[in-house]
């Protein structure tokens, strides 16, 4: 089942997908969640700046290695910053993968909390699953 909330500066909603009582997907959709969300209220106020990161437990078992190493250095991101691509494949310990990190940020099941709109281009924002204009206005968000 599909929990969420509307997050009126995306015009989006924020869904939360869980199995067997973690986190499966996280995501922004136009559609509406079959029930509001505890939890996608407090990613929510956290991608706001009105509360801290929600401790969740995430279903990462369908990840590889590279993968979980990509989204450990990217949760480190602090609000307000960035980091590109490079520092992050460097972080991860793979300093030649940048396209790879690129795949891992397209892959992210689990926006917000592993913040991939934080991970941008050398010489820009880079891409975004949902469109750089939606990079562009979480990274706004953030820092406020």
Do not use: W
């Not at 997908?17 to 986190?23: A, L, P, T, W, Y």
């Not at 969640?33 to 956290?46: C, F, G, K, N, T």
């Not at 450990?72 to 790879?100: C, L, Q, S």
């Amino acid at each position: 089942m599909t929990e969420g909330v509307y997050i009126e500066p995306l015009g989006l909603y924020l869904l939360v997908e869980r199995s067997g009582g973690k986190i499966a997907r996280i995501f922004l959709s136009g559609e509406l969640p079959a029930q509001d969300s505890v939890l996608a209220r407090h990613i929510a106020d956290y991608l706001c700046g009105q509360a801290p990161c929600p401790r969740a437990e995430l279903e990462t078992s369908g990840l590889t290695d590279f993968q979980r190493r990509v989204y450990d250095v990217v949760r480190a991101i602090e609000r307000g910053k960035t980091m590109t691509y490079g520092e992050v494949a460097a972080h991860a310990g793979r300093p030649g993968a940048v396209r790879a990190v690129g795949r891992a940020m397209g892959a992210n099941p689990f926006l917000i909390i592993v913040p991939c709109h934080r991970v941008v281009a050398r010489n820009g924002l880079g891409g975004f699953a949902l469109g750089v204009e939606i990079k562009e206005k979480l990274l706004a968000l953030e820092k406020k």
